[in-house]
Antibody
Framework: EVKLVESGGGLVQPGRSLKLSCAAS????????MGWVRQAPGKGLEWIGE????????NYTPSLKDKFTISRDNAQNTLYLQMSKLGSEDTAIYYC???????WGQGVMVTVSS | DVVLTQTPVAQPVTLGDQASISCRSS???????????LEWYLQKPGQSPQLLIY???NRFSGVPDRFIGSGSGSDFTLKISRVEPEDLGVYYC?????????FGAGTKLELK
């Protein structure tokens, strides 16, 4: 069974950084692209970006490219999302997903507030 | 960026009826490799989105055959025949043909 578990969320002050993790199990992690999607409270889904199997290709939605960094550790079966210069507009549930969003984690809440 | 326009915004239904959701793209979603990367997701209340349909018309593992995706180019439709209570929620279309990938705004399937 594919399992994706996000962690690292919480309350963070504006301007600060936060790193999310996504622990993967139940499939061969290093065989798949992985991605991140977020959802602001009461809003729709926003694709953040994706990373290929060996981290040689990473794509982002342009508006987040300078703030967010996607990485992975295949030895640890873990996907990461490093977020910097956070603002209130980044308050959202953050989901990791396998492949072109075939399987999703339960999501982790990030709240940016002073 | 590719804009996906979903209609209607909300679809009131009676259980057992058919529902239909449209997703129109601002440009063709046919990839240079010949595939069309248009997907459909359902987000039930309080849950993560779940993949229903990939590449226009292919049902994901475990998805009932009452979910039917169709379309081509820039015009796509998701039909749900015989709506059941577990089908209620928000449906999103998503394109992964053009970078950056984008979602439609969502269609809420709700009871009349």
């Amino acid at each position: 069974e594919v399992k994706l578990v996000e962690s690292g969320g919480g309350l963070v002050q504006p301007g600060r950084s936060l790193k999310l993790s996504c622990a993967a199990s139940g499939f061969s992690f290093n065989d798949y692209w992985m991605g991140w999607v977020r959802q602001a409270p009461g809003k729709g889904l926003e694709w953040i970006g994706e990373i290929n199997q060996d981290s040689s290709t990473i794509n982002y939605t342009p508006s987040l490219k300078d703030k967010f960094t996607i990485s992975r550790d295949n030895a640890q079966n873990t996907l990461y999302l490093q977020m910097s210069k956070l603002g209130s507009e980044d308050t959202a549930i953050y989901y990791c997903a396998r492949g072109i969003l075939w399987d999703w984690g339960q999501g982790v809440m990030v709240t940016v507030s002073s | 960026d590719v804009v996906l326009t979903q209609t209607p915004v909300a679809q009131p239904v009676t259980l057992g009826d058919q529902a239909s959701i449209s997703c129109r793209s601002s440009q063709s979603l046919v990839h240079s490799n010949g595939n069309t990367y248009l997907e459909w997701y359902l987000q039930k209340p309080g849950q993560s989105p779940q993949l229903l349909i990939y590449k226009v018309s292919n049902r994901f593992s475990g998805v009932p055959d009452r979910f039917i995706g169709s379309g081509s180019g820039s015009d796509f439709t998701l039909k749900i025949s015989r709506v059941e209570p577990e089908d209620l929620g928000v449906y999103y279309c998503f394109q992964a043909t053009h970078d950056p990938y984008t979602f439609g705004a969502g269609t809420k399937l709700e009871l009349k």
